[in-house]
């Protein structure tokens, strides 16, 4: 079948603006490449907002380039200076935690973006987005069983500690004269909430951690100082059996995460040996 001139001339129109498409994406990439390679040197020279642009210019150039995103983020994150809680420093923060979310739209598996996320909001004590940052992969069905364990353990880990800052305060902790420790009810009624809060959810996301991951040494661990939290709470009820009780399981606990951590340092020593051994 014969094409007409006019239909030759379409195609031929049609095949000079792929070709002219693809040759512009080939340009888009090098200048792309050429302003990466500018933004590396300024960000080793401490340039930090040259270094910034220069990324940002390589990823509009570059849309689908994921170092040039992970560029801008890590620039960004680099700004930010732990401990200073300036407004503007602060912000820097939640610029970075922007950045590395953008990367993670396009690329979920990045454990990069995903943990300098949760370092900068414990950075800038954003406790509230930390914890729903956590708790939404510790739910999300598409992670892994051992994620999942391991940000359930996380938020164990920090339900213990909420709870650990008020039974540890001097007038809740008490020793008694033959040095026999014992806990009494904090003053302030809220706290003993606070502290019967943050053990109850703290033993259940413990124990959700190790559904998903009966392996896991912080797990464990978190499970034996929750037990112990708990068993603080029944002494300050005055129930003593309970107490026994919950610090009975706490040494169970703390014996299975004793025999995780030799059997992980034994494993490490392993390693190690296999690295220094000479190659054949």
């Known amino acids: 079948m014969r094409l007409s001139p006019s239909r030759i001339c379409t195609t031929a129109i049609l095949v000079l603006f792929i070709g002219a498409g693809a040759g512009c994406s080939l340009v888009g990439k090098v200048r792309a490449k050429n302003e990466l390679n500018e933004a590396a040197k300024a960000y080793k020279e401490g ?38 809680e300036q407004p503007d420093n602060v912000q820097k923060a939640r610029d ?88 009494q009810k904090p003053k302030d009624p809220k706290d003993f909430d606070t502290i019967q809060r943050c053990v109850t959810r703290g033993l259940e996301e413990a124990e959700t951690a190790i559904k998903y991951d009966a ?32 610090e009975k399981q706490a040494e169970t606990a703390q014996q299975r995460a ?3 951590a030799e059997e992980r340092r034994k494993k490490e020593e392993a390693a190690e040996a296999a690295a220094a051994s000479p190659t054949p």
């Open 47 to 84: 340039h930090f907002d040259q270094a910034e642009q220069h990324a940002k210019r390589a990823l509009s150039l570059d849309p689908t380039n994921k170092t040039a995103a992970i560029f801008i983020a890590r620039i960004i994150h680099q700004q930010y200076k732990p401990g200073v």
């Open 258 to 260: 004793t025999k995780l």
């Open 215 to 246: 392996n896991s040494e912080s797990a464990w661990s978190y499970k034996t100082n929750l037990l112990i939290e708990a068993a603080k709470i029944a002494k300050m009820n005055g129930e003593a059996d309970k107490a026994a009780q919950y």
């Open 96 to 183: 970075a935690i922007e950045a590395y979310k953008q990367i993670l739209q396009n690329d979920p598996g990045n454990e990069e973006a995903y943990k300098a996320i949760s370092v900068l909001y414990s950075a800038i004590r954003d406790e509230q987005h930390l914890r729903e940052w956590i708790s939404a992969r510790a739910n999300d069905p598409n992670q892994t069983n051992e994620k999942r364990g391991e940000a359930y353990a996380i938020l164990a880990g920090k339900d213990w500690d909420c709870s650990f800052k008020i039974t540890e305060q001097p007038d809740v902790k008490v020793t008694a004269a033959e040095g026999k420790v014992n806990y």
